[in-house]
């Protein structure tokens, strides 16, 4: 095998890891339907909570507890969660010729979820 052959290989590998991250990314960001909750938001429920709690009954309480652990996990995956920014910097670096050499269309990389506006900055069109 060539020095060249070899390089690709490798290239290919490279560009084929960060496309594998950032789509792991676009995956993970996705929201649920419905009205998006805010840190705020989130807060601000679990201070309610509190007052509920104490006049609740015994099985309506347990189910508060429940709430409330359910919107700490959520409160700590938000803060959490990737920065995109930097994945999707590099997919647009790369994204182009993965899809060229692989033959992935811009109709299947918006049905995966890539938005429009970075397939564009990637220089993906419509039309190839």
Do not use: N
Request: proline content about 2%.
């Amino acid at each position: 095998m060539s020095a060249q052959h070899k390089a690709a290989l490798a290239e290919g590998r490279a560009e084929g890891r960060v496309v594998r991250e950032y789509l792991e990314a676009v995956r993970s960001t996705k929201g649920r339907p419905g009205r998006k909750r805010t840190p705020d938001s989130i807060s601000k429920r679990l201070a309610a909570l509190g007052a509920e709690m104490a006049a609740a009954s015994p099985v309506r309480e347990l189910e508060l507890v429940q709430e409330r652990i359910d919107l700490e996990r959520e409160l700590s995956e938000m803060s959490a969660r990737t920065d995109l920014s930097a994945i999707e910097a590099r997919f647009v670096e790369v994204a182009a010729a993965y899809s060229a050499r692989r033959g992935i269309s811009y109709a299947a990389w918006r049905a995966v979820g890539v938005d429009a506006a970075v397939l564009k900055k990637a220089g993906i069109g419509r039309g190839g």
